[in-house]
Structures are given as C-alpha cells and as structure tokens.
Nanobody, 126 residues
Framework: VQVTESGGGSVEAGGSLRLSCAASGLVVGYAMAWYRQAPGKERELVATVSPGGGHIHYADDVKGRFTVSRDRATNTLSLQMNSLQPEDTAVYYC?????????????????????WGQGTQVTVSS
C-alpha cells in the first residue's frame, strides 16, 4: 500500500485549501486518516474515515471547518479545509491501515497506522 498527498500550499487566514490523498494497493478495506504535525509539536489526528466512508471522526479543533471525504472508486481521500487559521499550519499526512476491528479508539490512534505518505505542507498566514 502506498499513499501520496497533494494540494498543500500557502493561504491567508480565513482562506481554504483542499488536500488529496491517492492510495494504491489493496486499500478497499482500509481505514484512512489525516494527521498533521506543526513545528515543535507532536503529530495529531485531524480526521479518520472507515473503509466504507460511513463513519467519520474529527478532532475537536477542526469540526465545522474541515470536511473529509472518501472516493472508493478512485481510492482517494480528500480534506476540504475552510476558515483556515495560523494554528492550522503544519505538515499534513495521509495514513491507511487494515484494521481487524473498526473501533474509534483504534482508528484514532496514530501508532495503529502502518502506511503513511510523505506529507504536504500547509501554511496559513495571519
């Protein structure tokens, strides 16, 4: 399984960006997630999506601003980010994993994911 992110860039506060993650390999039954890592901070969850796309979990600080969607036909995970703030500045990573059981506690655990992309930089200026 390989995952590749794209769509990062620079935007002013209040602006929007859309990230995409292309997954190759046997990913049909895989949960996928977006994580981010700001300078000097640990990597943190942004959102996670079940294999069928029916179960989505967002981190509290992105709820109402970010929307994740999954296209099973193209094995693509997208992240629409609106009302961006400087504190959203980070490297954004896409991750994938085949979980034996789909539980929120597992799907929201960074170390549970085996497949990671290289990341894409998002910079929000004030």
């Amino acid at each position: 399984v390989q995952v590749t992110e794209s769509g990062g860039g620079s935007v002013e506060a209040g602006g929007s960006l859309r990230l995409s993650c292309a997954a190759s390999g046997l990913v049909v039954g895989y949960a996928m997630a977006w994580y981010r890592q700001a300078p000097g901070k640990e990597r943190e969850l942004v959102a996670t999506v079940s294999p069928g796309g029916g179960h989505i979990h967002y981190a509290d600080d992105v709820k109402g601003r970010f929307t994740v969607s999954r296209d099973r036909a193209t094995n693509t995970l997208s992240l629409q980010m609106n009302s961006l703030q400087p504190e959203d500045t980070a490297v954004y990573y896409c991750a994938a994993e085949l979980f034996m059981e789909l539980r929120i506690a597992t799907m929201t655990t960074e170390t549970a994911y085996s497949y990671w992309g290289q990341g894409t930089q998002v910079t929000v200026s004030s």
